[in-house]
């Protein structure tokens, strides 16, 4: 992930042979709510999960895109349809009897407000049928 300005991110693929050695490889620039990106290999090959907040407007409403991390431009080949909680929940995919478990969470606040930025509430997950 890659911020332009403060609350503007986007995601990013850097490769490289070690961490002192990365390239900046793919990346999609024109989404500015998003942030949390996974790599995950599925069936169709290696994707880049990521997570589309509310200030995406009508291009990339809130959700959970899927990305081809192979192209420099990082196209969105899907989406995941699952619920989307408030807060920008970070897609994990946990394989789990033959199917997939989606480990994010929500914004609840406990005991009190939200301390602020970087805590995100109850975790939740939800299994693929």
Do not use: C, K
């Amino acid at each position: 992930m890659s911020a332009s300005r403060w609350f503007r991110f986007h995601p990013v693929v850097a490769e490289g042979p070690s961490l002192d050695d990365l390239w900046l490889a793919a990346l999609a620039p024109g989404r500015t709510a998003t942030e949390g990106p996974v790599l995950v290999r599925t069936t169709a090959g290696w994707r880049l999960l990521a997570s589309d907040g509310r200030d995406g407007g009508r291009r990339h409403p809130a959700g959970y895109p899927v990305l081809d991390p192979a192209r420099q431009d990082l196209p969105e080949v899907g989406r995941l349809r699952a619920a989307y909680p408030s807060n920008i929940p970070w897609p994990s995919l946990v394989p789990h009897d033959g199917g997939w478990l989606l480990v994010g969470f929500d914004g609840t606040s406990t005991g009190g407000p939200l301390p602020g930025y970087g805590t995100h509430g109850d975790v939740v997950v939800q299994r693929s049928v």
